[in-house]
C-alpha cells in the first residue's frame, strides 16, 4: 500500500516542530486587538438589523456632540460607498441585517456605545426574498439589479430575477438524454445543506495608523490576504495603492473568513483615521461578526443519475443552486469548483450540471473551508447511496465499478495522468477499519442506542487550478552568519506555512529549520503572490519558494567551492548549514563563512524568484478541458451512536485517510486531518446559522453549537503518498480535503441507522436532535 514512509528526504516526511509555537503558547505572538498607539481611537459600527430597507433620515448631530466622539460618518460623508468587491462600507440602502449605516471613532468604548444610541435613524422597511425557492420565483422582489432571471431553467442575460449570472457554470459531457434510454435505473433526488459559521476565536480586528510625514495609511489586521485587504483601503480612501501598507498579525483563525469583513473592517477603519488623524483600532463583537461576516454556502441540489444492472453508471444530470445572501464576491469562483466537482470522483461518460447562485436578504456566503465541496460530497455521496439501494447492491461495490482510475476521464474530460490512489485507499481503509463486519452487526441491533458506520470517496483539484492563475513569488536571502530570511507573498493563516516553507527551504537549501525564519507578509515588502486559499500554499504556493532556495543554494556553493578549493561544483555539498566537498566530508564549513565571504567581495546573497504553473486548457462555456494540475483523495470512515428516543447522535470514531503526493511535515499533516475532523462534525450534527426572514436567531457561541474538546471523536489520520510530479516536491493539497469528506460520512452513518431502524432517510443538513428524532429533513426558516 501507498502509505507514508517511501521516501527518503533529510527534512522533509518529519514531525518537525511548529517555528511558531512557542511565541503562540507563551504568549509572545502579537494579534491585533494586542496592538496600542499614542492617542488610539476606537471604532465601532451601527447596523440597520434590518433585512431589506432605506434609510429614510439618519441624524448624527447628538452623537457628535458626545463627549469623547472624534468621528461620525455616514454613506453621504465618504467618497465611495460602496466596495471594490460589491460590499458596503456605509449605506443607505438595507440589503441584509449587517449593512452598516454609520461609523464612528471615540476616545473610549463608553463613549463609542453613547454615540451609537444617540443617531436617529428612520426607516423604509421593504418586502425581502430569503430561500432558493423564493428567489426563483416570477416575478418576486429583485434583491439587486444585476439579477437575472432564468428561462428554460438557464440564467439568462437581459432578464429580471434573483440569479447571479456571474455565478452560473455548466458541465456538458457526452449525450445525457441518450445515455438515460440505455438506462436500467434511474433516480432522481434532492438534498439541502445550512448556513455554517466560520467560528474562529478571535473576531475581525485592525489598527489604521496614518504616517503624518508621507501621508502612507498602514493597518494592522487580522486578515487571512493582507494584499486582498490593502485593496480595500487604497478603495476605501480613493488613494494610490502605494499609499496604503497592510501588516499581517497572527490570526486567530480564519478558514476562509477573514477576507471580505476583514477588508471592509480595514477600510472603515482607514476613513475614521484620516477623519480624525489618529490611530482607530477596531475590533468587531462576537455578535457584529456574525452578523457580518460571510457563511458557508446553503445549497439545494438536484440529481437525476441512471446505471445499468449491473452497476455501470452512465448518466448523471444534476442542478445546483446556492443561497449567495445579499453580497458577492465568492460565489462565482466558488461555483466554478462546485460545478466541476458536481459528480464526485466516478467515471461517468455522460454528464450534464448547471451551477449558479440566487441573491437574497440574507447574511452573505463566501470562502470557508472546503469551498462548497463538504456540502457536494454530502449530496453526491448520498446519491450514490440512493443508487446502489435502487440496483440492490452494495455501495462498495458499486464504488468499485465506478471510482476514477489513472488515465480515466473526469467530468470535464481531463486525463488523471498522475497517480489516481482512491480505490487502494477504499481498500485499505475497509480493511484496517473492520467496516464490513461493523456494518453486518450494527445493521443486526435492536436497542435504542444503535451504532452506525459510513464510508465516502472523494477528490479535491488542488489548487486555484482554472479558476485562476496559480502564480506566486518568494524570496530567500542568506545572512552574513549563515541564517536564512524566508519572505513569501503567500500568508500563513495558522494552517503551519510557515513551518512548511522552512522545511522546504531547508530541504532545498541544506541549512537546518533553526536557522530560518519567515518573515510575515508586509505588503510594503514583497509582491502579491495571491490568496491563502484553494489549499494551495505549500502544493503551488512554495514552488517559487523551493527555486528560489535553489537558485540560492548554486551561488553559496560556489564560494564554497573556492574556500575549499573543490571541483567540479556539483563535488560540493551543504548539509546542516555546512559545507563540504563529497571527496572529503571531515573538513566542513560553516555556512556562515561562506556567507561572510560572499558578502565582503560584494556577491549576491538574496534571490527572488516567481513560478508561473503550466497553462491549462479550459471551455468554460461546456465544462470541458484541463482544470487543476493534479488532484488529491479521500477515503472517510465514521462511526456513530444513535439515540432513537432522543434523536442525539455520538460521534465514536472517525477514521479519515488522504492522498498527500508527499508528506512535508506529518505532524502537521495530520493536525490538518483533526482539525476537519472536528469542524467536519459540527457541519453534519449540530451547526447551523438559524436565519429567520433575515434576521439571525443565534449570534453569539452560547447559541450557535458547535464542537468542542469534550464532543470530538476518537481520530484516526491516515497517510498516503504517491509519485506525483505537479506539487511542489510532489506535494498535494490537504488543508481543505481534511475537512471535506467528513460530514457525509457521518451523514451515512447516521442514515444507516435510520433507514434500519426506521425506514428513513435524511437529506437536509445538519442531522441535529429534532431531525433525527423525527426522521423528517425540516427546513429552517431563510437558510434554503
Known sequence: M????????????????????????????????DLKFPAMLVGGCLRSGLSHANVVRIDTSKAKETPGVKAVLTAADIPKPQSWADYMYITDKIKYVGDVVAIIAAEDKESLEDAMKAIEV??????????????????????????????????????????????????????????????????????????????????????????????????????????????????????????????????????????????????????????????????????????????????????????????????????????????????????????????????????????????????????????????????QESLMEELAEALNMDIIELKRKNLLRQYDLTATSQKLVQPTLITEMMEHMLESTDFVAKRENYQKQKVVKRKGIGLVTCYRGCGFGAESPDASGAMVTALEDGTVMIHSGISENGQGLKTAYAQI??????????????????????????????????VMGAQSIKKAAEKLKKLLL????????????????????????????????????????????????????????????????????????????????????????????????????????????????????????????????????EVNRGRVGNKNFDAYIFPTAMDVPAMEAVLFECDDKEGTFGAKSLGEPALEGVGAAIASAVNSVLINAKGVRLRRLPFDLERVLLGKSLRAGGNS
Open 2 to 33: 501507498p502509505l507514508m514512509g517511501g521516501k527518503d528526504y533529510k527534512i522533509l516526511n518529519k514531525p518537525v516542530p511548529r517555528v511558531d509555537a512557542v511565541d503562540k503558547v507563551t504568549g509572545r505572538a502579537q494579534y491585533a486587538a
Open 505 to 538: 527551504v531547508a530541504e532545498s537549501l541544506g541549512v537546518k529549520v533553526d536557522d530560518i525564519h519567515h518573515y510575515g507578509i508586509d505588503t510594503h515588502a514583497i509582491a502579491d503572490s495571491g490568496m491563502s486559499v484553494a489549499s494551495r500554499g505549500t
Open 122 to 379: 428612520i426607516y423604509e422597511e421593504l418586502d425581502g426574498v430569503y430561500t432558493i425557492d423564493d428567489a426563483l420565483k416570477t416575478g418576486t422582489v429583485q434583491v439587486r439589479e444585476k439579477g437575472v432571471g432564468l428561462v428554460d431553467g438557464i440564467p439568462t442575460p437581459g432578464t429580471k430575477g434573483n440569479v447571479f449570472m456571474d455565478s452560473y457554470f455548466r458541465i456538458r459531457k457526452g449525450n445525457v438524454e441518450e445515455a438515460f434510454k440505455q438506462c436500467d435505473v434511474i433516480i432522481e433526488r434532492e438534498y439541502r445543506t445550512q448556513f455554517v459559521e466560520h467560528a474562529y476565536i478571535e473576531p475581525e480586528a485592525c489598527v489604521a495608523v496614518s504616517h503624518p510625514a508621507d501621508g502612507i495609511m498602514t493597518v494592522y489586521s487580522s486578515s487571512q490576504n493582507p494584499f486582498f485587504s490593502r485593496r480595500y483601503i487604497a478603495d476605501a480612501l480613493q488613494c494610490p495603492m502605494n499609499k496604503t501598507r497592510l501588516v499581517q498579525q497572527t490570526l486567530g483563525g480564519s478558514f476562509g473568513g477573514k477576507e471580505e469583513l476583514a477588508g471592509l473592517n480595514v477600510g472603515r477603519a482607514a476613513l475614521l483615521a484620516r477623519a480624525t488623524g489618529r490611530p482607530v483600532q477596531m475590533i468587531l463583537s462576537r455578535e457584529d461578526s456574525i452578523l457580518e461576516s460571510s457563511k458557508r454556502h446553503p445549497f439545494r441540489f438536484r440529481y437525476k443519475i441512471g446505471a445499468t444492472k449491473e452497476g455501470r453508471i452512465l448518466a448523471l444530470e444534476s442542478e445546483l443552486i446556492d443561497n449567495s445572501g445579499a453580497y458577492n464576491n465568492q460565489t462565482q469562483y466558488m461555483n466554478c469548483r462546485a460545478s466541476i466537482h458536481s459528480a464526485g470522483v466516478y467515471q461517468i461518460p455522460n454528464v450534464k450540471n448547471d451551477t449558479f447562485g440566487v441573491f437574497t436578504n440574507n447574511i452573505h456566503s463566501g470562502a470557508f473551508r472546503g469551498y462548497s465541496s463538504p456540502q457536494i460530497i454530502f449530496a
Open 558 to 689: 560556489e564560494t564554497g567551492a573556492e574556500l575549499l578549493h573543490a571541483s567540479p561544483l556539483d563535488e560540493v555539498e551543504i548539509e546542516d548549514s555546512m559545507c563540504f566537498a563529497k571527496s572529503n566530508p571531515d573538513i566542513k564549513l560553516p555556512l556562515s563563512a561562506v556567507c561572510a565571504t560572499r558578502l565582503w567581495s560584494g556577491k549576491q546573497l538574496s534571490v527572488y524568484e516567481w513560478f508561473e504553473p503550466k497553462p491549462l486548457h479550459f471551455d468554460h462555456g461546456t465544462g470541458q478541458g484541463d482544470v487543476f494540475p493534479t488532484y488529491s483523495y479521500a477515503c472517510v470512515v465514521a462511526e456513530v451512536e444513535v439515540d432513537l428516543e432522543t434523536g442525539c447522535v455520538d460521534v465514536l470514531k472517525v477514521s479519515s485517510g488522504h492522498d498527500c503526493g508527499t508528506v512535508i511535515n506529518s505532524a502537521l499533516a495530520k493536525g490538518q486531518i483533526y482539525g476537519g475532523i472536528a469542524m467536519g462534525m459540527g457541519f453534519a450534527v449540530m451547526e447551523e446559522v
